[in-house]
């Protein structure tokens, strides 16, 4: 990626909540630095006491990269992916905070194309999204598939956020929009995506797009069972009745 005088003017903090995922964290880490060679970035671990030496590999990252660059910010056990946020959001001293997961669903190759996307059009978030032309999944059978496009379509019928990808969670932000909106947010599992969404177009903000392929986890286990799916279908009717 070429450097810019915009992109050296910005610093992004790079928030990734993690639970088991010592598998994960290091090769995330990696094509982190390899795609954002030419931008100043810090990556926030916020890791919910995973057993299984996530926080380990974390402190060997830092030893290799510095820790001024791997920020480990750990807490005692699983209190939730919105909290997640919110802790990370704290320690963030860069212009712009970028949120991601740490399973390589979302492909750090994309991020070169959310910053340039920011910075020509002043986009107060830039999302990624499965559902336009140029983003797609990768790896799911064709029940998740239709799992996730029914409730994508179910929350656009219902909300009208003025985005094409409502439940994902590959997201850039302005520092001081993500406090804005994350503040108004009652949201703490999975619904906290979507709620953040519509708060922020409730809100007027300026929101931009680019197409993403979401890649289904190699290493570990996904996260994502029947409660969340209960969750997100209360966590719908609440952001209806009070959006």
């Not at 993500?178 to 906290?192: H, N, P, Q």
Request: hydrophobic share 40%; net charge positive; with cysteine.
């Amino acid at each position: 990626m070429a450097e810019t005088e915009g992109e050296r003017k910005y610093k992004y903090s790079i928030i990734i909540p993690t639970y088991n995922e010592r598998l994960n964290i290091a090769l995330i880490v990696y094509l982190i630095f390899k795609h954002l060679r030419d931008v100043d970035f810090e990556i926030i671990v916020v890791d919910d006491g995973s057993p299984d030496g996530t926080q380990e590999i974390v402190k060997q990252l830092q030893h290799l990269y510095g820790e001024d660059r791997i920020l480990l910010r750990a807490r005692a056990k699983k209190l939730g992916l919105g909290t997640a946020y919110i802790h990370g959001l704290k320690h963030a001293t860069g212009d712009f905070v970028v949120i991601m997961d740490a399973d390589l669903s979302h492909h750090p190759k994309y991020l070169p194309s959310f910053i340039k996307k920011q910075l020509e059009t002043n986009a107060s978030i830039v999302t990624g999204t499965r559902y336009v032309k140029g983003g797609g999944v990768h790896g799911w059978n064709l029940m998740r598939k239709l799992t996730s496009r029914g409730a994508n379509v179910l929350a656009q019928t219902l909300l009208w956020p003025g985005v094409s990808d409502l439940t994902g969670s590959f997201r850039l932000y302005k520092k001081s929009v993500l406090e804005d909106v994350i503040s108004s947010c009652v949201s703490k599992g999975y619904v906290f995506q979507m709620e953040m969404i519509v708060r922020a177009t409730r809100k007027g903000y300026h929101i931009e797009e680019v197409p993403i392929t979401f890649v289904d986890r190699v290493f570990g286990t996904s996260k994502l069972g029947g409660s969340e799916i209960v969750e997100y279908l209360k966590g719908l009717v609440y952001l209806l009745l009070t959006t």
